[in-house]
């Protein structure tokens, strides 16, 4: 399978501050990229555990006695590492989002570029797809679902439209949507209204905001003392909640303080935000939305 170069490759590796013979894991296997990377820094005793709930990426598995894929979602983290026997980890990497793979096949529904079936399930096992979303939704779900993940202004009146156009026949296609909203889509900015459209519906299909918190709430109590989260996020719903944890080990309002006004977190972040480079973005477009955040175990 086909898979681009990583972004931030050596950034959120560096970030883990591996140790030869920990044990790490990366809950986005994809292509692999990352995992090559920290297997390359590992000694003879150390193990790394990858995730990946996409079956195509399990082409990639490595072959290396100190390497474990496990095809599920990483909402499920402490569930599986404990099958394995492991309780505390010494780093956790992720690359949230959709993998370039993802994006370039068409017919899996991710990308504006191709005209596909409505998709969009990473877990292409998974009863919810963008076709029960877009068709099943009730109008009021779908206001929802564009406002809340799109960020779209209009998302009343776009829920509105394809209430009404489904009435007549199913909105099977990619090419259907884009022309049932063609309205919302001025010639200048169609490419950026389109991707804050799919991505609205991708979020909703794949659970990712719910997925992501599940997740992070685990990650505290999954690293040993010292150890370290390196997170690449991109977009601003997702890097917000990866940000407020770090911060506050929450995701709402702020931790209880004692009488001298400290409060206790279990993370504290390490440096600050890391972003491509210009000629990174240039290599891969992908990059050019990525935020990297660190943080380590208190």
């Known amino acids: 399978m086909e898979y681009h170069n990583p972004v931030l490759l050596k950034e959120t590796v560096d970030g883990l501050n591996i140790k030869p013979n920990g044990v790490y894991v990366d809950v986005t296997f994809g292509g692999g990229g990352h995992s090559k990377e920290i297997l390359k820094r590992l000694g ?3 193990k790394l ?3 990946d709930q996409d079956k195509d990426a399990l082409e990639n598995a490595l072959d290396d006695d100190r390497f474990t894929l496990i095809h599920e979602n990483f ?3 402490k569930r599986f590492l404990r099958f394995y026997g492991v309780k505390q980890v010494d780093g ?4 949230f989002g959709v993998s370039s793979h993802q994006f370039d096949v068409a017919e899996r529904g991710f990308s504006t570029r191709f005209e596909a079936k409505l998709d ?5 096992e998974d009863s919810l797809s963008a076709f029960h979303v877009v068709n099943e939704y009730s109008e009021e779900q779908l206001r929802q679902v564009l ?3 799109g960020e779209l202004r209009p998302a009343p009146a776009m829920a509105r439209l394809i209430v009404e156009f489904r009435k007549a026949e199913p909105i099977v296609t990619s090419e259907q949507l884009k022309q049932v909203l063609k309205k919302f889509l001025p010639p200048r900015h169609e490419n950026k209204v389109l991707a804050q459209i799919y991505q609205a ?3 909703e299909v794949n659970q990712e905001i719910e997925v992501l918190k599940e997740f992070l709430l685990q990650t505290p109590e999954l690293l040993k003392e010292n150890g370290r989260l390196s997170f690449i996020s991109y977009h601003s719903l997702e ?3 990866v940000k407020r944890f770090i911060r506050n080990g929450m995701f709402e309002g702020e931790p209880e303080r004692d009488m001298f006004g400290n409060f206790e977190v279990p993370l504290k972040k390490v440096g600050g935000l890391i972003v491509p480079t210009k000629e990174e973005i240039k290599i891969n477009n992908r990059a050019r939305s990525a935020k990297l955040r660190i943080a380590e175990k208190v």
């Open 44 to 46: 003879e005793d150390g």
């Open 75 to 77: 909402r499920f983290i």
């Open 239 to 241: 890097d917000r909640l």
């Open 49 to 51: 555990f990858a995730f």
């Open 92 to 95: 956790v990497l992720a690359d």
């Open 201 to 203: 519906i991708r979020i």
């Open 147 to 149: 406002l809340q993940y």
């Open 120 to 124: 969009m399930r990473m877990n292409q």
